[in-house]
């Protein structure tokens, strides 16, 4: 059901978003650090929705549909945010847009092969990748200018965002090739599979015989 805690804590990344837009558009220190806890705090959620649908087995189609959309929309958003407001170097750039294409590659994958009825399982890697961008994004939303609030401003954080962002990257490449792969396996055994024969025609009903007439 939709208001199941899983898919309330699925819908509640959805609902972050404008927050963390209009966070992210201020450009002041507090709004950069709090746009930063908006998106960790939203990231943290798609460990515990999981988590809690198989623990009280309340695991539906719905939050299977919904819960790699909301996080792809999170993503999305926080990568065009961190690139659209300058907090990407031209280097940078290059490693997002690397990861938006690989999202917009499982979607399909995913898309296609739900109509096989094959699911697509996450691997170990893939929940690598997952951890460095999510820490990456929220890094880089954070940026240099939220760091003296915490009395960190030594700390160069939107390089290392940069640097968890091209590790996220070169994870993305490896974990969407196999993901891909899989998916042409299957797609090329859909291809082999031989059409199933029609069903069989039924016969016309027979008229019922007529009784003889003993004279």
Known sequence: MPTDLPNLLTLSRIAAIPLLVVL??????????????????????????????????????????????ADKLLVGAALMLV?????????????????????????GLREYLAGLRIGLPVTNLAK????????????????????????????????????????????????????LQAGLRHVSRAGAAPPAPPPPAHPAPRPPAETPVRS
Do not use: N
């Open 24 to 69: 992210a558009a201020l450009r002041e220190p507090w709004s950069d650090l709090a746009a930063c806890a908006v998106f960790s705090a939203a990231a943290i959620t798609d460990y515990f929705d999981g988590k809690l649908a198989r623990s009280r087995q309340q695991i539906s189609d719905f939050g299977r549909m919904l819960d790699p959309i």
């Open 83 to 107: 690139a659209g407001t300058g907090r990407l170097s031209d280097f940078g750039l290059y490693p997002a847009i690397v990861i938006l294409l690989r999202e917009i590659l499982v979607s």
């Open 128 to 179: 690598w990748k997952t951890g460095f961008q999510m820490g990456a994004l929220g890094a880089l939303l954070a940026g240099d200018s939220a760091a003296p609030i915490l009395h960190l401003g030594w700390l160069p954080v939107s390089l290392i965002g940069e640097v968890m962002l091209a590790a996220a990257a070169i994870l993305t490449l490896v974990t969407g090739w196999d993901y």
